[in-house]
């Protein structure tokens, strides 16, 4: 996934940009809502270094295990409502969702 930004001001809840022009390649949090700048490569060598750029952070990413389960209690903590890409299929599943949300919204209000 890709992502455009006139400045690094653009992308506030990224850590680590240090270049002014460029590509960034950030790796996202649990939720994908922050991330950290983990491979940078300056505008005048985008040709020539991107590619491999991208290839290399590939090589040292570790994607992040998630389980519903660990979601929902890390989404709770972070006060972070989740929608799972995934369609409600289960039985419970929409009723869970919803015990959930009112999880969140009765610990926003504490």
């Given at each position: 996934?890709?992502?455009?930004a006139?400045?690094a ?21 649990e ?29 040292s ?13 890390d ?5 972070i ?10 039985h ?11 999880q969140?919204e ?5």
């Amino acid at each position: 996934m890709y992502a455009t930004a006139a400045t690094a001001n653009d992308l506030p809840k990224v850590k680590g940009i240090a270049i002014k022009e460029g590509v960034v390649v950030i790796e996202p949090n649990e939720f994908g809502l922050e991330g950290k700048a983990v491979k940078e490569v300056p505008a005048d060598q985008v040709a020539a270094k991107c590619a491999d750029g991208m290839r290399e952070s590939m090589k040292s990413y570790v994607a992040i295990a998630k389980t519903r389960r660990g979601l929902h209690f890390d989404g709770l903590k972070a006060g972070i409502f989740y929608v799972p890409n995934l369609p409600v299929t289960a039985h419970g599943e929409a009723s869970d969702r919803e015990r959930y949300k009112a999880q969140l919204e009765s610990q926003k209000k504490n």
